[in-house]
C-alpha cells in the first residue's frame, strides 16, 4: 500500500514548454487534489475531483488543466510553462465521509 | 470567506521550552479544524483534528469558538519538532469539502 504517490520528483522547465504530473493513489479514494506550495502563501488549491471523469477548477487554475480518466490517477497538465508556476506540487486524496486529506511526497518544478 | 490566519511565519524555541502555534479562522459555519506537519524534505501530514480532542506526540489543540482560534500547544518543546506546521479549515463550498491552508509556521526547536 504505497498511499499517495506523485511523478516526477523534480523537473526543471523552460518557459513555454509542456509537462504532465502524475498523482496516483490505491486506496480507491473518491476525491483527489492538487495543491502548489510557494512561501508564505500556504498550499492553494488548484484543481480537485470529486471521482472518475470529473474535475472542477480550484482557488488558482489559470495555466494548468487536469484529467482523471481512472479513479486512481488524477494528472495535472501545464502546457505552456511559466516561470511563475516554479513551486512545489502536492497531490492528495481522500474517501468519502473522512475529512482527512492523505498527500503525496510533491513534485519540485523549476521553470527557467 | 473562509480563511485561516496563521500570524508567525517562524517561531524559534529553544528544547523544553513551551510552545504555542497560533491559529485564526474565519468561517460561517460550523468549521472542522486540523493541523497539518510537514518536516524536512517529507510530505504533508495530519498531525491531529479537533473533534478527535486526542494529543498527538504531546501536542494538543483546542477549539475557541468564541476567539475561533485553534493554537496548537506543547509544554515541551523537542528538536524533532521542528517543522513547518500549517493550520488548515474544512469547508464546505456548493457540497464539495476542502481544505483551506494557512500560510503555515515554521517551528526552529534549537538545543
Known amino acids: 500500500n504505497a498511499g499517495v504517490t506523485q511523478t516526477p520528483k523534480f523537473r526543471v522547465l523552460k518557459t513555454g514548454q509542456s509537462m504532465t504530473l502524475l498523482c496516483a493513489q490505491d486506496?480507491?479514494?473518491?476525491?483527489m487534489y492538487w495543491y502548489r506550495q510557494d512561501p508564505g502563501m500556504g498550499l492553494r488549491l488548484i484543481h480537485y475531483?470529486?471521482?472518475?471523469?470529473?474535475?472542477a477548477k480550484g482557488e488558482v487554475p489559470d495555466g494548468y488543466n487536469v484529467s482523471r480518466l481512472k479513479k486512481q490517477n488524477f494528472l495535472l497538465g501545464l502546457e505552456s510553462a511559466a516561470p511563475s508556476q516554479t513551486s512545489v506540487y502536492f497531490c492528495?486524496?481522500?474517501?468519502?465521509?473522512?475529512?482527512?486529506?492523505?498527500f503525496g511526497p510533491g513534485t519540485r518544478l523549476l521553470v527557467l | 470567506a473562509q480563511r485561516v490566519t496563521q500570524p508567525e511565519k517562524l517561531l524559534s524555541v529553544f528544547k523544553g521550552a513551551p510552545v504555542e502555534l497560533k491559529c485564526n479562522y474565519s468561517?460561517?459555519?460550523?468549521?472542522?479544524l486540523f493541523w497539518y506537519v510537514q518536516y524536512s524534505r517529507q510530505r504533508l501530514q495530519l498531525l491531529l483534528r479537533?473533534?478527535s480532542r486526542e494529543s498527538i506526540k504531546g501536542f494538543t489543540a483546542d477549539l475557541n469558538k468564541g476567539e475561533t482560534s485553534f493554537h496548537l500547544k506543547k509544554p515541551f518543546a523537542q528538536e524533532e519538532d521542528s517543522a513547518m506546521y500549517y493550520c488548515?479549515?474544512?469547508?464546505?463550498?456548493?457540497?464539495?469539502?476542502?481544505?483551506?491552508f494557512g500560510t503555515g509556521t515554521r517551528l526552529l526547536v534549537s538545543p
Open positions: 488548515a479549515l474544512s469547508s464546505m463550498n456548493t457540497g464539495f469539502q476542502k481544505l483551506v
Open positions: 486506496m480507491n479514494h473518491e476525491y
Open positions: 468561517y460561517s459555519g460550523s468549521p472542522e
Open positions: 492528495a486524496s481522500r474517501t468519502t465521509g473522512e475529512e482527512t486529506q492523505y
Open positions: 479537533h473533534i
Open positions: 475531483s470529486v471521482g472518475e471523469g470529473t474535475t
